[in-house]
């Protein structure tokens, strides 16, 4: 069966620090990747996602990055966090020939 | 825009009773839709995937799907304190790596 985790659960970091968060999945290959973030009562904007290792697709302008180093590892990044970076990060998976996605456990991020 | 649009609510339903979701979308060649159930301060979790119109049963769940009038519901009876969560509902993006376009989410309490 196959498993979806991110690290850390929960950070609290100053505005203007570096970030990085980390999704991988186990037990299937080349999957299709996504990072979602959802803002506190809102729902879920889709930031990046990735059909292959080293392609990534941007869906929001904004100070975040991510990459694609290994078939099953997301990573999401920040050179300089904002207040407005503060957020559930959610990792998704998909299979290359569906629509279905399914969540990790996110990553609670409080930018101060 | 696509656009999928859901009831914020919150909505409260008895114990017991049928709890309606209501969902629609603008993208008229959409064809798949799910939706998903989200605990508060956890991830989403597919609950109910459905491809063509009319009914689709899983348990207490009913998904039902219009593509005509493109609306699509859930449907939970015999409802419990346990289904008390945010429902997601999404549909599918044609282009691009399977993306999904979310509702922002319908809150549901069920009292006891």
């Known amino acids: 069966s196959q498993t979806i985790h991110q690290w850390p659960a929960t950070l609290v970091q100053p505005v203007g620090s570096p970030l990085s968060l980390e999704c991988t999945v186990e037990?299937?290959?080349?999957?299709?990747l996504y990072w979602y973030r959802q803002a506190a009562g809102r729902g879920l904007q889709l930031l990046f996602y990735?059909?292959?290792?080293?392609?990534i697709s941007s869906e929001v302008p904004q100070n975040l990055s991510a990459s694609r180093p290994q078939d099953r590892q997301f990573i999401l990044s920040s050179k300089k966090l904002l207040l407005s970076d503060s957020g559930f990060y959610l990792c998704?998976?998909?299979?290359?020939?569906?629509?279905?996605?399914?969540f990790g456990p996110g990553t609670r991020l409080t930018v101060t | 825009q696509k656009e999928v649009e859901q009831n914020s609510g919150p909505l409260s339903v008895p114990e017991g009773a049928i709890a309606s979701l209501n969902c629609t979308y603008s993208?008229?060649?959409?064809?798949?839709f799910f939706w998903y159930r989200q605990y508060s301060g956890k991830s989403p979790e597919l609950i109910m995937s459905?491809?063509?119109?009319g009914d689709k049963e899983d348990g207490r769940f009913t998904a039902q799907l219009n593509k005509a009038s493109q609306y699509v519901s859930l449907l939970i009876r015999d409802s419990q304190p346990s289904d008390s969560a945010t429902y997601l509902c999404?549909?599918?993006?044609?282009?691009?790596?399977?993306?999904?376009?979310f509702g922002q989410g319908t809150r549901l309490t069920i009292n006891p």
């Open positions: 998704a998976w998909n299979y290359g020939g569906g629509y279905e996605q399914y």
């Open positions: 037990g299937t290959s080349n999957p299709n």
């Open positions: 990735s059909v292959g290792i080293g392609q």
């Open positions: 993208d008229r060649v959409s064809q798949s």
């Open positions: 459905i491809y063509s119109n």
């Open positions: 999404a549909v599918n993006v044609i282009q691009g790596a399977q993306k999904l376009v």
